[in-house]
């Protein structure tokens, strides 16, 4: 006996995300995620003056703008042949150090917590099922963590202003580093809320992980998947400092090996778009999109690393850098990114540690007369993010965006693999199709963030429908 | 009194303080029996859902006590427990009874609004169109927040691609009251639902933006005028000069952000020494561009 | 004209703004929005009169400042510049000569409107030479008539260079 089921919208998450998975004896035998809002970024980019890209790239998403603004910048450094000062790369990665710390909190508190925790009377709260298995006490403890890392998240996005000038949608990013000084009351404004955060970290988030963990035991099993993990690279090689993270790097089932981007397509198979081939390089003008493709099902296009989906994330790193080694599975995940957020605390006072004060890291740029082209890939909060861009008579001709959540939501590609989230839900006991708790579970897990996964570039007429199934 | 309230200097100006003197009076009158808490239900639609990210950011009040005593949040996709159909059930009770709406991101008309599908609803899709146009019907106050709410924003930067609009276009004839910016400062925000919670409507100018946040240029508040008068001009980022060459947009902007800044007023973008884009001006972000010019700035001698 | 004259022009313009703005409360009664617009707007002046007698200090100590890289030019207060006539000056310019001045790499930037040529340069509403969207060197009457109807005091504030002829 088979029963389809549809949860849309897929709430906690960033965006707006369907999820439609056939149940089969109990068991998860066949997923699809899509995204469910359109903007069309890529599009827009065209013709707009190169610097603007930074801070118009970080309106693709609330939670992680700050991401957009470093991969921007990489991208603008690179076509413009600008070697950022060492200070530069230091302050620029402390304000992403602060988005880590804020989006990996509110990503635990608010939008995994209510999963498991039925938090105090608030109608806010109301939740439909009744697998919340955490003891009273320990329930109102954790609620009152939820009430309290509001206060600490709103911290980190404090630090980043101090630096950034605003957040979200900072100011500070920008191509050479960042536009403020490391004065001494910056770095000893950062550090004081700095230790406030990692104590809270510390005391409350991660314990709070494994006390979720022990009663959910089972999540050690589920949401696996493939098991591929990629990242582009976090807090490396620096000249002086070398990698406090984890250097570029994939896993396979053929092991552990250098990352090398020039291994990384775009295929259409399964996507909206009419193209020749179905296989296609990040720096490549894309097809036109074809909402009737009968064989499609998602705007989102699907990346493959060496024709292989990849997971990306803070798991995907932990295990990469041999910092954790428990496993791949939903659990894992959520572990991961709470020790994480201690990892990249440390790695922040690392580098206030390194600053030198009142050195002024911006000059004043010219674009190239010709063309010129450039790429920024970095790892941010949710894995590997891809700027590509091209430039002509001083404007940009050509954008391009990967996010983290492409790779973990695409669709499936003309070789049968399904995308790395769908492939997690495989195989997933599902208790009461009425009320499917373990599919947000296990999305969740990920942290989605389909404003990013779907800001996708469409050209040409219009579509005429788009139905949702 | 109370119209005077938080707006006029010699009030306090520190950071905060309007917010600050709205929520103390809410506490006051809460004291009296007179506060009443109202539904609130926040939409998401074609956006980044970065304002809902600012208003957690928000601090006296904050977002827990908006949460617990200033209203009922009955309706939020980033936070809300349920999930599936039984969300967007939630949506439709809470039409039942008198509520606030609030709504952030753009409406995209594109192929009758399916760019922008927010949930299920007896086994079809609820666009973004559909709900702002129900809800916006039936809405006791409703609240643009953010640029893409207020006139398209971001979302509907040329070309345009997904056909997106400001809530006003599908609600031509219900009045908004406008908060834009990119995102909003939280404090726009809380401080105008203090108001609505206590006292009804705040007073707007004639594009719908309270007075008490959005009436004053960012130019005559701004510290770095002086350069500006002397002809002091910032060649690049970093300089602690006057932006304008640059691209600034504070001649053009009414928000409060010289005085009361960002993040708990740690910093603005001009603190930052970088250029005001104008995110909370009408026509962000198309009129607003370009954010960053280098070549108004130098003077290249053998033209 | 000297700094100092010029500053001294804008303390007197400012005073009279004040004054108006006290005699226009007098009349409104009640706590109306219109009051309150007319004490912001009175705090701004007294804001601007504050800054404006920082500089005349600043002028009395010292030489009159020169503003680097701007030939021609003069300290713009930002809005209530009085200048000569339209027809004083009789420079022109054809579409292409207005096009140079597009306000990039040290170059002024000029804009016509109904014939006659403007200095923007230093304006406050011409951030890098654009303004909402529209460019410098260029003939922008159509634009102004569609945005500033009835306003056509806004150009009695701007220099003129010249006229545009075909
Ligand atoms: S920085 Fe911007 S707002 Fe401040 S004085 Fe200069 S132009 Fe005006």
Redesign the pocket.
Known sequence: MSKRIVVNPLTRISGFMEVDVKVENGQVVDAQTKGNMFRGFEQMLMGRSPFDAVYFTQRICGICSAAHSMASSLALEDALNIEPMEQGRYLRDIIHCCEFLQNHIRHFYQYTLPDFVKIEQNPLFQADHTDFRVPAAATAQLSRHYFESLTISRRCHEMLAILGGKAPHNHGVFVGGVTTKATAEVVAGLSSILTEVTAFIEEKMVPDVYEIARYYPEYYRLGGGYGNLMTYGAFDRYRELGTLYVDPLVWTRDGKEPFDERKITENIDRAWYRGAKNTYEPDEEMPEPDRKKASAYSFVKAPRYDGLPMEVGPLARLILSGDYTNGVSAMDRTIARAIEALKIAGIMKTLLGELIPDTDVQAEYTLPETTAQGRGLTDTTRGGLGHWLKLKDRKLSFYQIITPSTWDFSPADDRGFRGVGEEALMGTPVQNPDEPVEIGRILRSFDPCMSCATHVSVSGKPVKTIRVF | MRGNQGILPPEPMTNDAVAERLVRAARRSKDMGRFQKQNLVYLELNGCSGNIISLLNGRNPDFAYMVNDMVNLRYSNSLMAAEGAQATEKLFEAMNEPFILAVEGAVSLRDEGMYNVIGMHNGSPLTGLEAARMLGEKADTILAVGACATHGGVSAARPNPSESVGLQSVLPDRELIKLPGCPVNPRWFLGTLAHIVLYGKPDTDSLGRPLMFYSTL??DR????P??DRGIFAEKLGDPT???KLG?R??VTRTDC?TKEWNSGVNWP?GANT??IGCAQFGFPDAMEPFISYDTTRVVEDE | MSNTELLRMRMNQLVTQARYDLSSLRAVSGDTPERRLYLQRLWDTVTDMHVTSELLAVNAASPPVQTAGMPGQVVNSGNSMQNAAPGVNSRTFTVEELARYDGKNGRAAYVAVNGIVYDVTNN?TW?AATHFGLPAGKDHTAAFASCHAGQEAILAQLPVVGRLVQ
């Open positions: 960012i130019h701004c510290p770095r005028r350069f500006f006057c932006l304008f600034c504070g001649p010289p001009i250029p005001c | 406050r951030a």
